[in-house]
């Protein structure tokens, strides 16, 4: 191969739509960079295998340990992004992937050129993403991330079992939860702080099996960024804004004159009682409605969505947007009932640059390679028209 054609060739995992975007912004696709770190699960399953009897809550050394190989990963991605003397990358996460035996770290992201002189920034937006927000006043700073390795619990003890007797919240079980949800936000709102932001954009919240049942890891990851418009905004908490609003959401929110305050959770654990249980038990061998458990779930729901609402009149945000609901059964008939969505307010003269979002910023690429027998083997496909079917929706 021509070595000149070799240092031309740019391998980046940028798309189209993106390349476009970000060339608005002044930049140009460079490589796309990789971060790793292998660690023994041996290790990891020591520590976990200690708690597999703990009433919920932090499993401290995991937390740890978890957040050490995320930030050795990160830590060899910026190395690569240094060594290339690029003006920043974006699309980063930070994965876990499972191998026999250990678990990989991973980062990965697209590195960007430009001659506009704006600091290095890495975000876990793409370019569309990245458009949006930079456009609505969100400039970059760093890729964070905030989590938490907790175990789901067991009822444990005479006082468990008594407590599942009784139907309703579980009041000890919600405080527990409520309290380690919100470690992994307290976390990434710590992390933006120490990088100078004010505002923590774009946040996706995961929660992965570690491999050890029953503990899993909340994380939460962002783009920690500045925003100039916002630093008078009242209800600030910390002095740092956090939303888990999509770019073009906010961007839309932000040309309406709204600011994210706090991305709020609240979370219900409840349990449907020994009475409660043998009434839907039976209830299973008639045709019609199971009132006990319509009528558990309902409570929960408006148990963790009050928690919300309590959450934005402390800080005096107008609205909750995005609220988004999730249902775990955590066994012993108890289930948690999980909300999520972004405190906002409306604040005078906060605007956008743009009066519109061009239409490369908002259209989703399409999938264009697709492994037909991995689909049809996890989705339990036997029929080809089957699959054509299901593989064009």
């Known amino acids: 191969m021509n070595p000149d054609i070799k240092n031309t060739v740019k391998a980046s995992g940028l798309s189209g739509n993106e390349m476009y975007c970000l060339a608005l912004l002044g930049y140009a696709p460079e490589n796309l960079l990789i971060g790793n770190s292998v660690f023994s699960m041996g290790f990891i399953g020591g520590i976990a295998s200690q708690f597999r009897s703990a009433i919920g809550g932090e499993i ?9 190989g995320r930030r050795l990963s990160l830590d060899r991605f ?7 003397n690029y003006a920043g990358a974006t699309g980063l996460t930070s994965e876990l992937i499972f191998h026999p035996g250990n678990v990989e770290f991973l980062t990965i992201g697209s590195a960007v050129s430009s001659n506009n002189g704006i600091n290095r920034f890495t975000s876990s937006s793409d370019g569309q993403e990245l458009f949006c927000q930079w456009d609505a006043g969100y400039q970059p700073i760093n890729f964070i991330f905030g989590n938490v390795a907790y175990s789901i619990g067991l009822v444990k003890g005479i006082l468990g079992e008594f407590k599942q007797l009784k139907k309703g919240e579980v009041q000890q079980y919600s405080d527990i939860f409520n309290q380690t949800r919100n470690l992994a936000l307290d976390r990434i709102i710590t992390e933006a702080k120490n990088n100078g932001a004010n505002s923590v954009v774009g946040i996706r919240t995961t929660i992965l099996p570690v491999g050890i049942s029953p503990v899993q890891e909340m994380v939460m990851i962002g783009t920690a960024s500045y925003n100039s418009q916002i630093n008078s905004i009242a209800g600030i908490v910390n002095g740092v804004t956090t939303s888990d609003m999509t770019a073009e959401e906010t961007w839309n929110v932000a040309r309406l004159g709204y600011a994210p305050l706090k991305l709020v959770l609240g979370t219900s654990i409840y349990s449907l009682g020994l009475v409660g249980g043998l009434k839907a038990g039976l209830k299973n061998f008639i045709k019609g409605e199971i ?6 779930i309902y409570g929960a729901r408006e148990q963790s969505i009050n928690r919300l609402t309590q959450q934005a009149q402390e800080i005096g945000a107008d609205d909750i947007l995005g609220i988004k609901t999730y249902i775990y059964n955590l066994g012993g008939g108890l289930i948690e009932f999980l909300a999520i969505g972004t405190a906002v307010k409306k604040i005078d003269g906060l605007t956008t640059n743009s009066q519109q979002i061009p239409p490369q910023a908002i259209i989703r690429d399409k999938t264009t390679f697709i492994n037909a027998a991995v689909f ?9 028209q089957e699959l054509a079917d299901n593989t064009s929706q």
């Not at 009132?291 to 558990?296: A, H, K």
């Not at 049809?376 to 036997?382: H, P, S």
């Open 60 to 68: 401290t050394q995991v937390t740890n340990m978890i957040a050490e």
């Open 78 to 84: 910026n190395q690569e992004l240094s060594n290339g």
């Open 291 to 296: 009132s006990e458990l319509t009528n558990m």
């Open 376 to 384: 049809a083997e996890a989705n339990n496909l036997q029929r080809p």
